[in-house]
């Protein structure tokens, strides 16, 4: 049997409708790339983009043969394009970046630096993150220091999925077959030595972000749901509350009746207190719909994903 030659780094760039600065992207990857080795591959995710991206790629990959893409029949969403380009990678180390060069390809050999000092993963810390709209930066903030008071995994704040995993970590992402994926939290509780790089983000040069307010939606329930039960733990506490309010009222308008011979009355009282406990149930059913759904999305195990077309060897995925 012939043995896997590995490549000193992998890059995984899911790309979403990036045309115009695919060339650009290439240059600054191929620049940065080689400072670390000359044993590299680029991997390029299209993730079902409407405009000639893969066109630009695959010109790319021609006259390159350490450039390698995988081309998905449709849009099957961000994560899963990450996951594809990793469950492709044959690096010791493998870097991922977006390609929408907000994350800047001249950091990937300080963070494999960072990573020679002894560290499994090491991830891009933003300390500013301009051309970002006031909505978008304090919603992040809520979302990461939410999630992190909900859950036992220690998640970085203020961090994306630009970052470096070294071949164990690699390996532990694999091993996770769930549907909603949610890799900085799955990255973070696999555990490991993992450090950080500061660096700046820089604005978006050309066309705009590929993710609209329900995908961002979708990405904080995959989050939340995937690494906390404490949602459900909301749910069962409101019940016990409720009920033993619910307790309290009736003996009250039990005593009233008997004991004080008056008659409770309040057809106001009546709506306000059936809307509430309404909205509370839906609020709970809610909760517990998102969990039984991502349990229905595993049990059905249909692919994560579809290729139409790749020059990678899929025997090596």
Known sequence: MTPVVHAQISVVVPVFNEEAIIAELYERL???VTKVSDNYEIIFVNDGSFDDSIEEIKKIAGKNKKVFFI???KNFGHQVAVTAGLNHSNGLTTVIIDADLQDPPELIPELYKKHKEGYNVVYAKRKKRKGETFFKLITAKLFYRILRSLTSTNIPLDTGDFRLIDKKVLRALKSMPEQNKFLRGQIAWVGFKQGFVE?????????ETGYSISKMFKFAMDG???????PLLFVSRMGI???FVSFCIIIYALFSYFVLDK????????IVSTMFIGGIQLISIGIIGEYISRINKNILNRPLYIIEDTNCNLEDQ
């Open 224 to 230: 939340i749901t995937g690494f906390s039960d404490k």
């Open 199 to 207: 660096y700046d983000r820089d604005p978006r040069t050309t066309g």
């Open 263 to 270: 008659t409770i009355t309040g057809w106001t009282s009546i």
């Open 30 to 32: 191929l620049k940065s």
């Open 71 to 73: 081309n998905f029949s």
């Open 241 to 243: 509350v409720m009920s």
